[in-house]
């Protein structure tokens, strides 16, 4: 049988698990997820300055960086694959440093190590000390009740002829950046689920009187029975509300109104109140008779050329291969009126019939003003304008991540709270029992915990007016600096 | 309306006349005197040689308390700045950049003062107060007719919801500027040891312990807001400007808590990723002056 002999005893690994362990080990590292999230936080600044004119700065500052700046402005950094893969990085990588985790933390909670050294006690940078006279077990139940009068936790174990001693409190807190982090992956799991399994119409518009169906897979449909909009005096539009019916499969199932902030829930769908228009209804036969349009045409997706506080529509008769436009009244006489070359009155719409493809040379484009119940023939047309209503423009959504989303929030929160607001503390300390009594040697874990260490030196202070002994302090050096020095550090590991 | 409009401008004025005394004192305060010391010399050759060596001596404790007097004014007359215009408007002044510029000083000088109180130190305020001021530099730039009350506009009418983000953003980049101070001080106390400086563990402390309620508060701007823009646009979340820059600062801040934590970085840096982070706060404050987008107030 083939022996397997393996220098300095160390198990050979596979390549494959040696792949898997740097895979393990790239995820964990916290050192490469302040990478990650550094590059997140840079591509995030790349994606927002691109909506403004920063990079134009830039460029016009170097020219030679124009075609950069161009490509910035034409990259969309949200919507970019490299941008999918990073956040899908970070999730995998926070999910593989919880599991991680998980088992130390569970260890310093559940199990904490009562042992320590005295080496380690010696070289910390804050420490106490003080001598007692006593029993030990008066010296122990006095500290007991010190860390206990706090909140703290207290243990003992008897190491030779010394008892070693460990307190600790809000060790749950401990587990708060979970929940945190957990938010963190809900909100992107919330994000993928709205966008597989939910829509967004941004401009699903009504005419009063007029029925559309939502669509997306449902069977639900919207009447506008009557739009309003109240101004101010100064003329700021103070409310806009959409009063509608909503039809499931033809049948009413429920009446309501939509306004800015009050959106109208049905089913799946949720619909808000967006923008508002004008429309006109408008019946147009052909040169045969042949009615070619009857619905009440939407203003304002387009606006007319040269005004935009006209609004404009347009409707297409591929049939007739021409294209007619329409042009409101001026909204706002009092802006800008030199731009207002037609000079409408309400009760009129301009019309230009023209042909479809800018190319075609045989139909000159028409134009005429049409008046209210008066049918004009224009060109090889016929146009009536029968009337003018209003269209409310919705949105429609259905987002099924919403609670995933709000269980995020909650967690986010609250994890952080219990994270920053409820530090753990603990400390150490070994009483030393000896002929002339009892050595108390204590110190903090409590690197770069400014709170921590005050609270240490108080509790020190306290067990000094009960022992009716003065005790020796160390604090961190007469300024309060650091040492960074690596000793301390690689000791103290359990903060890590 | 209109008195009580007026009443409200006028504390404003007092408050921001306050602040900037309370910044000059509080930099006496900290700067401390600065005493030069000339020798002349003359060499054999001829030629003298002046040398000047500088020693700095704490700053003057009075002007420091002054400073303390003077930035409680400037709190409470910002306070009655808002009083008054809550009052006259019926809802917080939250509505344009006067408005919450005008909270904004308040902010501040409460998170500023509750630092002071909590650590005894008073060299913070030479720049937080400055800070403090400068921003009612600003209210005093913007034009006078944001000095009216106007009704808003239906998608900022989303009362509580759209009160507690705009407020929790105000008080995170208020407590954001006292870990932007804190972290100023660590890294001028770490290149030169100004012994009356407070120690660079405790800036390091005030900084962190800002961040502490600075990041929570800011988390929840993003979820208020995405919570706001949900009822009145529709969506969680649309990529805006205004939206992402806050992402940004979010982000930088979370940098800040992981190296801070975990990798045990010396305070140096720390201390650089705060001021890269307050920048972005300043970048997210006044984003409406580049961007567009659904946050530029401009109507629906
Ligand atoms: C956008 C992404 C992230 C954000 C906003 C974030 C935020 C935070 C915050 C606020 C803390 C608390 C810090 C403190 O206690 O002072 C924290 C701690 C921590 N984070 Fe993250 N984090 C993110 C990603 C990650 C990733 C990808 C990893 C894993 C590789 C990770 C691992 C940790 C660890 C191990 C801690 C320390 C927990 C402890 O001390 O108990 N984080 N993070």
Redesign the interface.
Known sequence: MAQVTVANGTPSRSPVEIMIDRIWRFFTS??V??LE??L??LM??L??L?????PQWMANAAPALQPLVDSWYAWDV?GSPIFAILLAVIAVAIAVCTVNRLPAIWGTISAPRIRTSKGYIERAEVKASFTHAGTLDELRQGMESIFTSRRYRFFTEQVGNDLHFYADKNRWAKLGTFPFHLALILLLVG?IV?SVYGF?D?NFAVAEGETQSVGHGTDLSVELVRFTDDY?Q?G?????ESEVVIYDNGQPVEEGSI?????LNHGVA?F????FGISVDLLIDGASGRTLYDESLEMGFFNFRGNPDAPAGLIRLPSEGVQVAVVAPDTDRANRPDLDTLQLQSGQVWVQVAPLSTSDPDIEPVTAVLDQGTPLEVGDLTLLFERESRFTVL???Y?P?IPI?FIA?VL??GG??AT??FPLRRVRGIIHHGAGGNTLTMTPLA?????GKKEFFSMAERAGERFHTTPTIKR?DH????H?DASQ?SDDEET? | METLVQMSFYSFAASSLALGVASLSYMLYAVGRVRVRRATMTTSTGTTVTSSTADFLPGNIGAGQFGTLLTWFGGVFAFLAVLFRTIAAERLPLSNMYEFSLMFVLAISIMYLIFERIYGIRHLGAIVATIGFGMTLYIWSLPADLREITPLIPALQAGPIMTAHVSSAIFAYATFAVSFAAAILYLVKSKRNIRWLPSLEMLDDVAFRAVTIGFPLLSLVLILGSVWAHDAWGVYWSWDPKETAALFTWLVYAVYLHTRTLRGWRGNRSAIILLIGFAAVIFTYYGNYFFGGLHSYGGV
């Open positions: 916290v050192r997820a302040v999230i550094t997140l936080a995030v600044l994606g927002t691109r909506g403004s004119d920063a949200f994000g709205a967004r941004t101010t100064e700021i539009a103070s409310n806009y306004s800015v902030n009050g959106p949720t808000y109140q967006g923008g949105q429609v959504a987002n991540g989303f929030s986010l929160v952080l709270a920053f607001y690197k770069r915990d400014w709170g961190p300024e309060g600096n650091w960074d550090e890590r």
